[in-house]
């Protein structure tokens, strides 16, 4: 059975700093997604990593890929109060047949001026 | 191009009643994806469908729940006998064919009295 772990769990953070969440999922996948959620809304989808070493930058975000590791990071850098959110990592499983997601729990961020 | 649709946004039921929620998948998009949010949690895989095909339903409970994606309309999941227990957010996604990025609802939030 696929686990995705995510850590933290919870993450409170003054703005201006930077900070790491991490993911780990426990079996082979190429394809690696973060998506955002805020309060009582539905998911928005900020990356697709497709391969090992990929890594995308948004803003303020970026997120990469270690598929041998099988290890996604998610980066903040300078934080502001409008990235308050929770973020949740997805995986794949590569081969299955079906594409369902995997999530892992989440990661709530609050971001504090 | 509009968006994955679900309806109703907010459900509230009592408990032996019958809940369906409906979702119409984006333009374009033959796959639709159930996923069930419990409150602080992470996604939960629920079933994955094509046009009149149940795809994967691994992770459908056993009893109460049936999904269906007709030929013409929207997809519909259906709880029969609700409890309590039932009570969560349910989020449609759908994808175009093959493996592609998924795209979320705004869900149904389903209260069981």
């Known amino acids: 059975e696929l686990k995705v772990e995510q850590n933290p769990l919870f993450l409170s953070m003054q703005e201006g700093k930077n900070y790491t969440i991490y993911c780990n999922y426990s079996?082979?996948?190429?394809?690696l997604y973060w998506y955002r959620q805020d309060p009582g809304k539905s998911l928005e989808s900020l990356f697709v990593?497709?391969?090992?070493?990929a890594v995308k930058q948004e803003g303020r975000l970026m997120a990469s890929l270690d598929t041998k590791a099988r290890l996604s990071t998610l980066h903040i850098t300078a934080a502001v109060h409008d990235l308050s959110a929770t973020y949740f990592c997805a995986v794949d499983v590569t081969g299955a047949g079906s594409y369902q997601l995997t999530f892992g729990k989440g990661t709530k961020l609050s971001v504090i001026p | 191009n509009a968006g994955v649709m679900q309806n109703p946004r907010h459900l509230v039921r009592r408990r032996g009643q019958e809940a369906r929620l409906r979702c119409s998948p984006m333009?374009?998009?033959?796959?639709v994806y159930w996923y069930r949010q419990l409150p602080e949690e992470g996604l939960k895989f629920m079933v994955y469908l094509q046009k009149e095909n149940i795809i994967d339903e691994s992770g459908m409970p056993k009893e109460r729940f049936s999904a269906e994606f007709p030929k013409e309309g929207p997809s519909i999941l259906r709880i029969q006998q609700v409890v309590r227990g039932d009570s969560a957010a349910y989020f449609c996604?759908?994808?175009?064919?093959?493996?592609?990025?998924?795209?979320f609802g705004p869900g149904t939030r389903l209260t069981v009295l």
């Open positions: 996604a759908s994808s175009p064919p093959m493996r592609n990025e998924q795209f």
């Open positions: 333009k374009g998009h033959s796959h």
């Open positions: 990593l497709l391969s090992n070493g």
């Open positions: 079996t082979t996948s190429d394809r």
